[in-house]
């Protein structure tokens, strides 16, 4: 249907991916607050309703938008070091949200999440529960670990800074004027240090990372894993 109400059909060579990809260029470059069914139609050059056709409502179009976050994010092995695995999967997870910060809100939303969604979840837990944590500690490291990723991104996404140097120059310009030694001490003292030594705040994702994975070392059993329980239960072993 055209925006007028009348009818129309759809714009030749529009499809569920194409309007999808057009929604997620858009929450990129205004936020989920500039998305809207007319406004990505006119982007399409399309009515409207005729979006109707690819998706039954807004619901919908937000489920197929996070389906393509999550395929972005790498998945984690289950063969191998489970350390690795989750490390890299979580600096994935942290790169593509930081690309599509909008998204962070809703990762964990979704009612009828799609097919990408749900691999990325199953290979999650294979790879905890293959590498030896119980249903229940594995579910504890989930939530740890999105916890982490999914609040360093907002936390960076609010920084009124982008680079070291701009920190820097931040710091000695504005913040160590307002930090008077003597009323002060430790957090004057902190900045003086950190400036000279030449600070990075993109360290500080890895750094918290491997605490939270040297953590959760100490909660698994290496040697109880779903196949070797399995095979104990057959009488294999």
């Not at 191998?80 to 942290?94: C, H, K, L």
């Not at 590498?131 to 740890?144: K, P, V, Y």
């Not at 999105?146 to 609040?151: A, K, N, T």
């Not at 307002?178 to 400036?195: F, G, I, R, T």
Request: negative net charge; hydrophobic residues 40%; aromatic residues 8%.
């Amino acid at each position: 249907m055209a925006e007028n109400g009348g009818s129309a059909e759809p714009r030749e060579g529009l499809n569920t991916q194409r309007v999808l990809r057009e929604a997620l260029r858009l929450a990129d470059a205004e936020g989920l607050e500039g998305l809207s069914m007319r406004r990505l139609g006119r982007e399409l050059g399309a009515g409207a309703m005729s979006l109707y056709h690819y998706v039954a409502n807004k619901d919908e179009l937000l489920d197929g938008m996070i389906d393509l976050v999550f395929a972005e994010i790498e998945l984690p092995s289950s063969e191998g070091d489970w350390q690795e695995a989750m490390r890299r999967r979580s600096t994935s997870a942290r790169d593509v949200l930081v690309r599509h910060a909008w998204a962070v809100s809703l990762m964990e939303s979704r009612t009828h999440p799609g097919p990408a969604n749900l691999r990325h979840r199953e290979a999650v837990v294979a790879c905890l529960r293959r590498a030896g944590f119980s249903i229940e500690m594995a579910t504890h490291a989930n939530w740890l670990l999105d916890s982490y990723v999914y609040g360093f991104v907002l936390q960076v996404a609010t920084l009124p800074f982008d680079t070291a140097d701009e920190l820097a120059a931040m710091t000695e310009e504005v913040f160590i004027p307002q930090l008077p030694p003597a009323e002060y001490p430790y957090l004057n003292e902190s900045a003086e240090a950190l400036v000279a030594a030449g600070y990075d705040p993109a360290h500080e994702f890895a750094f918290g990372l491997a605490v939270i994975i040297d953590a959760l070392e100490r909660h698994r059993d290496p040697g109880s894993t779903p196949t070797d329980r399995e095979a104990r239960a057959s009488g294999d072993t």
